[in-house]
Nanobody, 117 residues
Framework: QVQLVESGGGLVQAGGSLRLSCAPS????????LAWFRQAPGKERELVAF???????NYADSVKGRFTISRDYAKNTVYLQMDSLKPEDTAVYYC???????????WGQGTQVTVSS
């Protein structure tokens, strides 16, 4: 139904930065939040950052202070700025809309982030 295409991933050295983008195929609205998730090999998908329709943000403890989530209504895009990357950040990163803790749309393919030591 809704296409989610994440972009911006790549291979970086520890301490480097990446900016991920996701523009859903439908217009996003302020009555639900947008979130970034990640999944490392052999691990379950985990929530790393969340932003509400009024720009309140929450982060997983593992990324707090290093990652910044933002949303742009005009561009219909959610971003994840990742700084001070660590090897343990290596994962496939996914975006989705979230309301009351529930992902709203089918998962996209994600974008691979690989951080070398």
């Amino acid at each position: 139904q809704v296409q989610l295409v994440e972009s911006g991933g790549g291979l970086v050295q520890a301490g480097g930065s990446l900016r991920l983008s996701c523009a859903p195929s439908v217009r996003t609205f302020n009555y639900y939040g947008l979130a970034w998730f990640r999944q490392a090999p052999g691990k379950e998908r985990e929530l790393v950052a969340f932003i509400t329709g009024t720009f309140t943000t929450n982060y997983a403890d593992s990324v707090k202070g290093r990652f910044t989530i933002s949303r742009d209504y005009a561009k219909n895009t959610v971003y994840l700025q990742m700084d001070s990357l660590k090897p343990e950040d290596t994962a496939v990163y996914y975006c989705n809309a979230v309301r009351f803790g529930v992902p709203l749309w089918d998962w996209g393919q994600g974008t691979q982030v690989t951080v070398s030591s």
